[in-house]
């Protein structure tokens, strides 16, 4: 036995690639099949039609499907999920940048250890309860409305919510309460991406900008945002991939109109017209690979 051990030793001493193929034989196979493996099926599930009479797939190569989502309903489903990213992108960004900004500059020993443990509870926690606990904060009985009057800005809630298009009977059932809720739960994937490229920045440069005579306002145009957007970038392809892909908030917290997830799960369940959810679902991998592309470009990546 132990010359066998030894014997497998020196091979693997003699040939180091084939240890390594060995250790990365499983995930790739892993990789290969069922990742891989999957998104090749789906793309080809893309590619058939739904036969209007019998309802069955029919396997024939056709653009038939994908012509399907420039209908005006799919079309508005598509631009109605990419704006919901894109503000809740934009907004994760405001509200991120100075917190990270504060833990990577001022916090030190235990507030920087506290300030890590506040941005990664809310993530330790279920996805569903947050949603849930959101739905009652917002509904019209819900904490907001009522300290909304105790506050006496009962008016400017009931005018927010009487603004077309995002507004609603309630929080809890408009754009806004969606927004709200896709910004709390992704904020955390903002902060930290931004928190890591604002570690990265020398407090040398920030201090010779002073020392050169730029005030505050122009050594953050001029030195920290360039250099922080890497982080920015980072965190942005979490929060807008994310809101992209996700059918549960819209679903609990929002009205009937559905985003890309929604409708997903719709026409693979309810529906059966997998080739045109197979389409809908190719959408946002087509979105995101092109945003990827342009991060990578912007040096997104070195702040993962």
């Known amino acids: 036995m132990a010359a066998r051990a030894m014997s497998l030793s020196d091979t693997f001493f003699r040939r180091p690639g084939l240890l390594t193929l060995l250790l990365l034989a499983p995930p790739l ?59 809740v992108t934009v907004a994760s960004a405001f509200l991120a940048f100075p917190i990270a900004y504060y833990a990577a500059r001022y916090a030190t020993g235990h507030l920087k250890a506290l300030f890590y443990l506040a941005v990664m509870m809310p993530l330790w926690s279920s996805y569903l309860v947050k949603v849930y606990a959101w739905k009652l904060i917002l ?74 005579g730029a005030h505050p306002g122009q050594t953050f145009r001029t030195v920290l945002l ?31 109109r559905p985003f890309i997830g929604q409708t997903v799960y719709a026409l693979q369940g309810t529906a059966g017209d997998i080739p045109l959810a197979a389409a809908f679902t190719v959408v946002p991998m087509a979105i995101m690979a092109v945003y990827l592309t342009v991060a990578k470009r912007l040096g997104a990546f070195d702040a993962l």
Do not use: C
Not at 228 to 250: C, E, K, M, N, R
């Open 226 to 256: 360039p250099l922080a957007l890497p982080g920015v970038v980072a965190g942005s392809i979490f929060t807008f991939s994310l809101t992209l892909g996700d059918y549960i908030i819209p679903a609990i917290v929002g009205n009937s």
């Open 139 to 212: 509904a019209k009985e819900g904490i907001l409305t009522w300290l909304a009057a105790k506050l006496h800005l009962t008016p400017a809630i009931d005018a927010l919510l009487a603004t077309p298009v995002i507004g609603g009977p309630s929080l809890s059932i408009s754009y806004i309460g969606t927004f709200l809720v896709f910004t709390y739960i992704w904020l955390p994937y903002m902060i930290l991406p931004i928190q890591a490229a604002l570690e990265r920045v020398p407090k040398t440069l920030i201090e010779a900008s002073a020392d050169l």
């Open 29 to 87: 196979i892993w990789i290969g099949i069922v990742y891989i493996g999957s998104l090749i099926a789906l793309l080809l599930q893309s590619f058939y039609h739904l036969d209007d009479f019998s309802g069955l797939v029919v396997h024939e190569f056709t653009l038939s499907t994908y012509a399907q989502l420039f209908a005006p309903a799919n079309l508005a489903i598509i631009l109605r999920t990419v704006a919901m990213a894109a503000a």
